[in-house]
């Protein structure tokens, strides 16, 4: 399973406090407690636009399942999708509200092995504590330090995971086929 970040697919650069508030969130995870916050940013998602690459799900899904993850509601995540047509490239919708934690190591644990995709330090470091690989896109021009691959987009994803699936030892006749 792959997983993706809202943030990863999203510009929320105009949603006033995004980043820290995220943060907080996970936070709070670590000591236990967790209250939906997602009224806080009700009209402050409509500054919100897809990343010039987010398209590139489509070439994803073609690799594996796609789940989206989010400290926003489901219903919201799956309208901001439904509106620039990326629903379509989705399998799973997986919220704080569902598995009643905000984005932490304990909700990387609740989802067990798979990638996630990323543009946040905590949610990479998170998900490297749960053993998950890890790409980090650099939305925001920083590295994350224990990434398995630091990238500047998710066509460097897509591009990346389809020249290593392919299994050289099978030798030509995989490609005719």
Same mark, same amino acid.
């Given at each position: 399973m792959i997983y993706v970040t809202i943030d990863s697919i999203f510009d929320f650069s105009k949603v006033k406090d995004w980043?820290? !508030?995220n943060i907080m969130a996970s936070q709070l995870a670590c000591v236990g407690e967790y209250k939906s916050f997602n009224e806080f940013f009700k009209d402050r998602l409509l500054t919100?636009?897809?990343?010039? %690459?987010?398209?590139?799900?489509?070439?994803?899904?073609?690799?594996?399942?796609?789940?989206?993850?989010?400290?926003?509601?489901?219903?919201?995540?799956?309208?901001?999708?439904?509106?620039?047509?990326? %629903?379509?490239f989705i399998s799973r919708i997986i919220t704080?509200?569902? @598995?009643?934690?905000? !984005?932490?190591?304990?909700f990387f644990q609740k989802l067990g092995h798979g990638v996630l995709i990323t543009s946040l330090q905590h949610e990479g @470091?998170?998900?490297?504590?749960?053993?998950?690989?890890?790409?980090? !896109?650099?939305r925001y021009g920083?590295?994350?330090?224990?990434?398995?691959?630091? @990238?500047?987009?998710?066509?460097? !994803?897509?591009?990346?995971m389809s020249s290593h699936k392919i299994d050289k030892g099978l030798g030509d006749s995989h490609l005719r086929c």
């Open positions: 980043k820290k !508030i919100v636009n897809p990343f010039y %690459d987010s398209y590139y799900l489509e070439e994803l899904r073609y690799r594996d399942s796609l789940a989206i993850v989010s400290n926003l509601d489901h219903k919201t995540v799956e309208n901001l999708l439904s509106m620039y047509n990326l %629903d379509s704080a509200d569902m @598995v009643k934690t905000f !984005i932490s190591r304990i @470091v998170f998900a490297k504590m749960n053993k998950l690989k890890v790409y980090f !896109i650099k920083e590295n994350l330090e224990v990434a398995d691959y630091n @990238v500047e987009s998710l066509e460097q !994803i897509a591009d990346f």
